[in-house]
């Protein structure tokens, strides 16, 4: 039997409304009996993701942060966070620059915050200076960095040059240069043996672009963008009629 990768982004994806529609856990069940490696890929760091998703769903392993923390049944195996200095000249610009947008700094384990909203509270840590990167938080590793408002011209000529930006509809993100979804599912693919080609990835927004681009197999949510939409093997049912199910029924089961 031909083993098969799959890697599925969380959010509109695999996780609709706090919750995961029964068709996609039934559906991966089935296919990691078969043999197969179900991965999540997701732009939330490690630590940012859902508390509950990996009880309710069994996995293989993870792709977070933008390709940045890679684990494989429960263990890391790859990481790259951001350095000490480099973290505390971003977070001395959002203080240097604060508009009250919430800032969000993504950690392998615990995130930090500026202005955090009420949405993201339970999950964060607050971030009252930049000191804190060197005193309270030297310990805590970031993967990624979020904040709810577009970038400014200035923020984006500076930022283009070292880091992989992310404009979505309301907010913004970013991680070093040479990371994306699609590179860390090259690199798993390639630390577990399957090919490019029996690889299945799925998504719906626009940082899933560079994933579904690199696999073999590209499945968009019936809700996705319709930029995803135009780059994909298969557009699915939407991510709340378990449109992650239905593409892996079609193609595993």
Request: hydrophobic share 35%; net charge negative.
């Amino acid at each position: 039997m031909d083993k098969y990768a799959v890697f599925l982004d969380i959010d509109n994806t695999l996780y609709c409304n706090g919750a995961v529609p029964e068709r996609n856990v039934k559906a991966i069940k089935c296919a990691r009996e078969k043999g197969h490696y179900v991965f999540i890929n997701t732009a939330r760091s490690y630590g940012f993701m859902p508390k509950d998703l990996l009880e309710t769903v069994p996995m293989d392993g993870v792709v977070s942060g933008i390709g940045t923390d890679l684990r494989f049944h429960g263990e890391q195996i790859f990481s790259r966070s951001m350095p000490k200095d480099e973290l505390y000249s971003l977070v001395k610009h959002f203080f240097d620059n604060d508009d009250g947008s919430t800032v969000i700094f993504e950690g392998e384990e615990k995130s930090l915050s500026i202005n955090c909203d009420e949405w993201h509270r339970d999950r964060c840590l607050p971030l009252t200076s930049p000191e804190q990167i060197y005193t309270d938080y030297k310990d805590i590793k970031i993967s990624k960095t979020f904040f709810v408002r577009d970038y400014t011209e200035s923020e984006y000529k500076e930022w283009s040059e070292k880091y992989t930006l992310f404009r979505h509809e309301t907010y913004s993100e970013f991680v070093n240069k040479g990371f994306s979804k699609g590179e860390g599912l090259k690199r798993m693919a390639s630390l577990v043996g399957v090919p490019i080609e029996h690889c299945i990835a799925m998504g719906d927004s626009a940082n899933d672009i560079d994933m579904l681009k690199v696999a073999g197999i590209s499945v968009a949510m019936g809700n996705a963008i319709d930029e995803v939409k135009k780059i994909c093997t298969y557009v699915s049912g939407d991510c709340n009629d378990g449109g992650v199910g239905q593409a892996i029924e079609k193609y595993l089961l």
